[in-house]
Protein backbone atom coordinates (compact mmCIF):
# COMPACT_ATOMS: atom_id res chain seq x y z
CA UNK A 1 0.00 0.00 0.00
CA UNK A 2 2.84 2.48 1.34
CA UNK A 3 4.22 1.22 -2.18
CA UNK A 4 1.46 2.46 -4.45
CA UNK A 5 1.48 6.14 -2.86
CA UNK A 6 4.87 6.27 -3.52
CA UNK A 7 4.42 5.00 -7.25
CA UNK A 8 1.44 7.34 -7.80
CA UNK A 9 3.79 10.23 -6.36
CA UNK A 10 6.02 9.75 -9.18
CA UNK A 11 3.88 8.79 -11.76
CA UNK A 12 1.58 11.72 -11.10
CA UNK A 13 4.69 14.05 -11.86
CA UNK A 14 4.77 12.87 -15.15
CA UNK A 15 1.59 12.04 -17.45
CA UNK A 16 3.75 10.60 -20.01
CA UNK A 17 4.82 7.66 -18.08
CA UNK A 18 2.14 7.83 -15.84
CA UNK A 19 1.71 4.09 -15.19
CA UNK A 20 5.72 3.06 -15.75
CA UNK A 21 6.55 2.55 -11.46
CA UNK A 22 3.22 0.36 -11.00
CA UNK A 23 3.94 -1.38 -13.99
CA UNK A 24 7.58 -2.08 -13.40
CA UNK A 25 6.12 -2.97 -9.32
CA UNK A 26 3.60 -5.40 -10.44
CA UNK A 27 6.31 -7.09 -13.50
CA UNK A 28 8.82 -6.96 -11.04
CA UNK A 29 6.96 -8.96 -8.42
CA UNK A 30 4.87 -11.48 -11.16
CA UNK A 31 9.03 -12.21 -12.74
CA UNK A 32 9.98 -12.85 -8.75
CA UNK A 33 7.19 -15.45 -7.97
CA UNK A 34 7.66 -17.18 -11.54
CA UNK A 35 11.57 -17.47 -10.78
CA UNK A 36 10.25 -19.32 -7.71
CA UNK A 37 11.51 -16.77 -5.22
CA UNK A 38 9.47 -16.60 -1.97
CA UNK A 39 6.54 -14.58 -1.07
CA UNK A 40 8.04 -12.40 0.77
CA UNK A 41 10.90 -11.81 -1.49
CA UNK A 42 8.42 -11.29 -4.05
CA UNK A 43 6.08 -8.77 -2.17
CA UNK A 44 9.72 -6.71 -1.79
CA UNK A 45 10.21 -6.83 -5.00
CA UNK A 46 7.09 -5.45 -6.06
CA UNK A 47 7.86 -2.18 -2.95
CA UNK A 48 11.26 -2.07 -4.98
CA UNK A 49 9.65 -1.79 -8.78
CA UNK A 50 7.31 1.25 -7.22
CA UNK A 51 9.60 2.99 -5.60
CA UNK A 52 12.31 2.84 -8.20
CA UNK A 53 12.35 6.29 -10.06
CA UNK A 54 11.55 7.74 -6.71
CA UNK A 55 14.93 9.89 -7.26
CA UNK A 56 12.94 11.60 -10.52
CA UNK A 57 10.96 13.75 -7.82
CA UNK A 58 14.35 15.29 -7.23
CA UNK A 59 14.56 16.28 -11.30
CA UNK A 60 13.39 19.33 -12.90
CA UNK A 61 9.81 18.91 -15.09
CA UNK A 62 11.10 20.51 -17.97
CA UNK A 63 13.87 17.64 -18.44
CA UNK A 64 11.41 14.95 -17.59
CA UNK A 65 8.55 16.34 -19.45
CA UNK A 66 10.79 17.37 -22.28
CA UNK A 67 9.60 16.12 -26.09
CA UNK A 68 12.10 14.79 -28.26
CA UNK A 69 16.05 13.73 -26.90
CA UNK A 70 17.47 15.61 -24.66
CA UNK A 71 20.58 17.04 -25.05
CA UNK A 72 23.65 15.84 -23.64
CA UNK A 73 23.89 17.97 -20.45
CA UNK A 74 19.84 17.09 -20.23
CA UNK A 75 20.98 13.83 -20.11
CA UNK A 76 23.06 13.97 -17.46
CA UNK A 77 20.94 15.52 -15.17
CA UNK A 78 18.14 12.77 -15.94
CA UNK A 79 20.94 10.36 -14.83
CA UNK A 80 20.71 11.77 -11.10
CA UNK A 81 17.30 10.39 -10.82
CA UNK A 82 18.86 6.74 -9.88
CA UNK A 83 21.62 8.08 -7.57
CA UNK A 84 18.34 10.29 -5.57
CA UNK A 85 16.62 7.63 -5.50
CA UNK A 86 19.86 5.68 -3.45
CA UNK A 87 20.07 8.41 -1.38
CA UNK A 88 15.94 8.82 -0.81
CA UNK A 89 15.91 5.09 0.25
CA UNK A 90 19.17 5.44 2.48
CA UNK A 91 17.02 7.24 4.76
CA UNK A 92 14.39 4.22 5.70
CA UNK A 93 15.48 2.43 8.70
CA UNK A 94 16.24 -1.30 7.80
CA UNK A 95 15.64 -0.51 4.15
CA UNK A 96 19.53 -1.49 2.16
CA UNK A 97 18.42 -4.35 0.25
CA UNK A 98 15.35 -2.78 -1.37
CA UNK A 99 17.25 0.79 -1.59
CA UNK A 100 19.69 -1.16 -3.66
CA UNK A 101 17.22 -3.26 -5.80
CA UNK A 102 15.72 -0.05 -6.57
CA UNK A 103 18.39 2.16 -7.48
CA UNK A 104 20.69 0.13 -9.49
CA UNK A 105 17.90 -0.45 -12.20
CA UNK A 106 20.09 1.56 -14.79
CA UNK A 107 23.77 -0.39 -14.09
CA UNK A 108 24.98 -2.86 -16.30
CA UNK A 109 26.50 -6.05 -15.61
CA UNK A 110 29.72 -4.45 -17.69
CA UNK A 111 30.02 -1.61 -15.46
CA UNK A 112 28.85 1.11 -18.01
CA UNK A 113 25.56 1.68 -16.28
CA UNK A 114 25.04 4.44 -13.65
CA UNK A 115 24.69 6.47 -11.22
CA UNK A 116 27.79 3.91 -9.27
CA UNK A 117 28.87 1.64 -12.79
CA UNK A 118 28.76 -1.15 -10.91
CA UNK A 119 29.91 -4.24 -12.17
CA UNK A 120 28.56 -7.81 -12.70
CA UNK A 121 30.08 -9.58 -9.47
CA UNK A 122 28.54 -6.21 -7.28
CA UNK A 123 24.77 -6.83 -8.50
CA UNK A 124 23.01 -9.63 -7.29
CA UNK A 125 19.70 -11.46 -8.71
CA UNK A 126 16.76 -8.61 -7.77
CA UNK A 127 18.84 -6.04 -8.75
CA UNK A 128 19.50 -7.80 -11.96
CA UNK A 129 16.12 -8.01 -12.79
CA UNK A 130 14.61 -4.62 -11.83
CA UNK A 131 17.13 -3.57 -14.61
CA UNK A 132 15.97 -5.89 -17.26
CA UNK A 133 11.86 -5.35 -15.67
CA UNK A 134 12.63 -1.73 -16.46
CA UNK A 135 13.57 -1.58 -19.71
CA UNK A 136 10.56 -4.23 -20.43
CA UNK A 137 8.14 -2.37 -18.67
CA UNK A 138 9.11 0.82 -20.58
CA UNK A 139 8.92 -0.68 -24.14
CA UNK A 140 5.79 -2.43 -23.58
CA UNK A 141 4.18 0.36 -21.97
CA UNK A 142 1.41 2.93 -24.47
CA UNK A 143 2.44 6.75 -23.76
CA UNK A 144 0.53 9.50 -25.77
CA UNK A 145 3.28 9.31 -28.18
CA UNK A 146 3.79 5.71 -29.06
CA UNK A 147 1.84 2.13 -28.49
CA UNK A 148 3.22 -0.21 -26.69
CA UNK A 149 5.77 -2.88 -28.29
CA UNK A 150 4.75 -6.40 -28.09
CA UNK A 151 5.77 -8.42 -25.67
CA UNK A 152 8.21 -10.65 -28.32
CA UNK A 153 9.89 -7.51 -29.69
CA UNK A 154 10.60 -6.11 -26.41
CA UNK A 155 12.05 -9.72 -25.74
CA UNK A 156 14.13 -9.42 -28.52
CA UNK A 157 15.48 -6.12 -27.64
CA UNK A 158 16.41 -7.10 -23.99
CA UNK A 159 18.31 -10.21 -25.23
CA UNK A 160 20.13 -7.91 -27.90
CA UNK A 161 21.62 -6.05 -24.34
CA UNK A 162 22.26 -9.15 -22.72
CA UNK A 163 24.29 -9.68 -25.71
CA UNK A 164 26.33 -6.75 -25.53
CA UNK A 165 27.13 -7.69 -21.99
CA UNK A 166 24.77 -5.01 -20.14
CA UNK A 167 21.52 -7.36 -19.06
CA UNK A 168 21.85 -11.25 -16.95
CA UNK A 169 21.47 -13.56 -19.91
CA UNK A 170 19.49 -16.22 -18.00
CA UNK A 171 17.20 -13.23 -16.34
CA UNK A 172 16.07 -12.07 -20.19
CA UNK A 173 15.15 -15.83 -20.74
CA UNK A 174 13.10 -15.88 -17.79
CA UNK A 175 11.15 -12.75 -18.82
CA UNK A 176 10.43 -13.88 -22.37
CA UNK A 177 9.18 -17.35 -20.52
CA UNK A 178 7.14 -15.05 -17.67
CA UNK A 179 5.72 -12.64 -19.67
CA UNK A 180 5.29 -14.56 -23.04
CA UNK A 181 3.17 -17.14 -21.19
CA UNK A 182 1.04 -14.33 -19.91
CA UNK A 183 0.68 -12.81 -23.39
CA UNK A 184 -1.12 -15.94 -24.61
CA UNK A 185 -3.17 -16.24 -22.04
CA UNK A 186 -4.29 -12.39 -22.15
CA UNK A 187 -4.41 -13.07 -26.47
CA UNK A 188 -3.26 -9.55 -26.65
CA UNK A 189 -2.95 -8.78 -30.09
CA UNK A 190 1.16 -8.28 -31.70
CA UNK A 191 2.16 -5.24 -33.13
FE1 LIG B 1 15.00 5.05 -13.93
Known amino acids: MTGEIFAWIVDYKSPFTS???????????KLSRFMGFDEETSQKMYL?????DIGKV??????????GRLTEDEFAVMKHHAAYTYYILNE??????MRDWAAFHHERLDGTGYPF????????TQERIMACVDIYQALTESRPYKKG???????????????????DTEITVQVDACFGSMENRNSKEEN
Open 19 to 29: THSIGVAEDAE
Open 48 to 52: AGALH
Open 58 to 67: AIGNEIIEKP
Open 92 to 97: IDDFDE
Open 117 to 124: GKKAEELN
Open 149 to 167: MSYKKACEILEDMAGKGWL
